[in-house]
C-alpha cells in the first residue's frame, strides 16, 4: 500500500518498500531517496532525490545514446506530481 506524508521540506513517499526518505542508520539531514529503473539494463538504484534528474540524464546519455530509456519510479513520479500539484494549489484552480 502507498503511504505518504507532507511535513515541511521531509516527503517520505513510501511504495511496496522501493521507496523511502528514511533508510536505517540516515541522518536526520539526509535527503529523501527515491528509485531510478532501467527496464532496458534490468537495474534500480536508489538515489537522494535531489540528485536523481542528473543521475537519470547521466545514465541515458552514457549508456542509451540520450534515450530517456531510465525513469523515476512511475508511482513515485505522479504521486510526486499530485504533491506538487496540490502544493501549487493546481487542483483548486481546475475545479473552479
Known amino acids: 500500500m502507498e503511504r505518504t506524508e507532507l511535513e515541511g521540506c521531509n516527503v517520505n513517499v513510501k511504495y511496496a518498500g522501493t521507496v523511502s526518505s528514511r533508510m536505517s542508520g540516515d541522518s536526520e539531514d539526509a535527503p529523501p531517496t527515491v528509485t531510478i529503473e532501467c527496464p532496458e539494463c534490468g537495474t534500480e ?29 512511475p508511482v513515485v513520479a505522479d ?11 493546481i487542483w483548486e484552480e481546475t475545479e473552479t
Open 45 to 73: 538504484s536508489k538515489v537522494p532525490l535531489p540528485d536523481a534528474a542528473e543521475r537519470l540524464d547521466t545514465h541515458n546519455e552514457r549508456v542509451h545514446d540520450g534515450e530517456a530509456v531510465a525513469q523515476l519510479d
Open 79 to 89: 504521486r510526486l506530481a499530485d504533491i506538487l500539484a496540490e502544493e501549487m494549489g
